[in-house]
């Protein structure tokens, strides 16, 4: 059920890119768009932007500089520790309002060399991360920077949705990206009764064309080169459909255009597995 310790790519590389990609994004947007709305409530083009620079603010000053300013309180449930992150990303977002435009897209420039860095530094291999929707148990370094990266690619595909612009979804980036966030299938699985054999097939057509057949066993289920003796349930979609379903951007409205049969508490599961700190909609 433990991801590999071989990652999926050069992560460190891979946020350098993704960043290049927002820094060009942002210095297009014209001073009425900075005001638009974006997909994640209540936040505009600027608000999401302020967002994405809290994350770097917060990832130098955990891993480079090892300080915790805001440690989550103990014996939080799933949810409560959902809404405590939630108020959390909204008290920064509101206090960075007073960010100029330029002074956003001036510091993203300042901090993401500084995040490629701390990245290069680690050791991708070493099983010392912790990634909540992947279960508790400690995972390689390189999960950790995947969902670091997915964090900005995801926001960056919500600021194109806002502005009116197509996904990006060139395979060297949303490729990574999704063989890290399929590690949420193994932890949301578990919650299902199963016998050993039984297998979930996940099918993605599209920029990125993957087959994951995750199969049960005694310990959980885990991903295998091929099915088990009994397949009990299959879910295919697009590439633009996997990536918004793990990460809670399709409307529940959508989720009839998704290619889902199978045993009706499986198929649940799948349906409600989130690649992201976040319930379901």
């Not at 960010?99 to 291999?125: F, I």
């Not at 912790?130 to 960056?156: F, K, N």
Request: charged letters at 20%; glycine letters at 8%; hydrophobic letters at 45%.
């Amino acid at each position: 059920m433990a991801p590999p310790a071989e990652p999926p790519g050069d992560v460190a590389n891979l946020f350098e890119s993704e960043r290049g990609c927002l820094l060009e994004l942002l210095a297009a947007v014209s001073d009425d768009e900075w005001q638009l709305p974006t997909p994640c409530p209540a936040w505009t083009v600027l608000g999401l932007g302020c967002h994405l620079l809290g994350a770097d603010f917060s990832l130098l000053s955990r891993h480079r500089d090892h300080h915790v300013g805001t440690p989550a309180p103990d014996g939080l449930t799933e949810a409560q520790f959902i809404a405590w992150l939630d108020e959390l990303q909204i008290e920064w977002v509101r206090a960075a309002r007073r960010v100029s435009p330029r002074l956003l897209v001036d510091l993203l420039g300042w901090t993401g060399p500084q995040v490629v860095e701390v990245l290069e530094q680690q050791d991708p291999r070493s099983r010392t991360a912790h990634v909540s929707w992947a279960g508790p148990e400690p995972v390689p370094v390189w999960l950790d920077q995947v969902r670091e990266l997915s964090e900005c690619w995801v926001h960056r595909q919500q600021l194109l949705q806002a502005l009116g612009r197509p996904a990006d979804l060139r395979p060297e980036l949303v490729g990574p990206i999704l063989d890290g966030l399929r590690w949420a299938y193994p932890c949301r699985l578990a919650a299902v009764p199963a016998r050993p054999g039984d297998t979930v097939t996940v099918e993605i057509a599209g920029s990125v064309s993957l087959t994951w057949h995750l199969v049960a066993a005694i310990a959980g289920w885990d991903f295998a080169p091929k099915p088990g003796a009994r397949r009990v349930a299959d879910l295919s979609m697009t590439t633009d459909q996997a990536w918004r379903l793990l990460t809670n951007n399709v409307a529940a409205d959508h989720r009839a255009t998704l290619g889902l049969s199978g045993d009706d508490r499986i198929a649940d599961a799948l349906l409600r597995t989130r690649a992201i700190v976040g319930a379901p909609k």
